[in-house]
């Protein structure tokens, strides 16, 4: 989901992030070493995850996770992981991962970009892999892993389009910056292009925690829902819960993000735009670790790295409702393979 539009983790999921970080291998608040490293007797390569927010529940940050324990597996190497909770802990966090020196210090998010430029200078011989983000200088040791989440986001919107029966659809998304707006603004023009004559509203959460405000994101929902809209993009990060409980509300429908998160209200939740954060850590160390680092590489629809849950294997039982519109997702389908050709091109807000 977005974070960078990215997901970030529920407050009320406290309970459920203490869970995790005691389970997960090596999974740290701030930058403490709990002497937990799978494989490292071996003699295999190492490696260490940094996120900007604790993993809790956050769907972006928890794939990511299991992008580095799936690398750590095969390479019979050992992972650990500093979650963030500010900014303070994300430079304490950073500089832990580096003075350990394993073979890749992996990092999620833009608030990263700064931190790790500095760091690639001061330890050029450190190997960095920044997702969904990138440092704005070019370095050797420093690969990157971005993704083009508006042509998920576009596809979304057809269907929108193809199943409104009001004409009106919305998005509910974390703040009005071009980075986010790839959520909604996407959303917007695909469901104009199969349904020409569609009205399209975006509300923003903002506020103190517009990543982590459910209350706040369900009130945008409703306002949305007030004026007809029945199909709404759920670009709240966490927040998509509330999203989710509005539009229920209302019989209306609403679409997730990062994971299948139409389990989290079956019947309600249309789709899915996949982002998929582990396959970007999981290749991203592949490249590193064949000495082929030092480069970006942009996930899309044709890498495979976006997609929608509809479009996966296993949407009978995914508890989505697009599994009943075989004919829409065959008009959608017609799309991305437009898109993937190169014969439709999606506008980037974040290019503008």
Sequence with gaps: MPRTHRSRSLRLAALATALLAAAATGC??????????????????????VTPDPVG??????LAVDGL??????????????????PASQQQNVQAAVDAAPDVVVLIGFEFADTVAQQAEAHPEQQFLVIDAC???????????VFREHEGVYLAGAEAGLLSESGKVGAVDVLDTPQFRRYSDPFAAGAEKVAPKTSASTRFVGGQSPFDDSARAKEQANSLLAKGADQIMA???????????????????????????CTAA?????????KKTDVAVQEGIEQVLKGKGGKTVSYGLKEGGISLTGLEDGVE?????????????????????????????VDDPAAK
């Design 28 to 49: 740290n608040a701030a930058a403490k070493d709990d002497g937990t490293s799978s494989g490292a007797e071996n003699g295999g390569p190492s490696f260490t995850l």
């Design 69 to 86: 324990k799936t690398a750590a597996k095969a390479h019979d190497g050992s992972q650990k992981v500093y979650q963030s909770s500010d």
């Design 135 to 145: 440092t704005k200088k070019t370095y050797a040791n420093v690969s990157c892993a």
């Design 266 to 274: 079956p019947g309600t939740v249309v789709d899915n735009v996949i």
């Design 317 to 345: 039982s995914s508890k989505c409702v697009i599994a009943e519109h075989e004919d829409v997702l065959k008009k959608v389908e017609a799309l991305r393979d437009q898109i993937v050709s190169g014969e439709l091109t």
């Design 57 to 62: 529940q956050n769907e972006f940050l928890k």
């Design 235 to 261: 670009a709240a990060a966490a927040g998509n819960y509330g999203v989710f409980e509005a539009a229920e509300a209302k019989k209306a429908y609403a679409y997730g993000v990062d994971v299948n998160q």
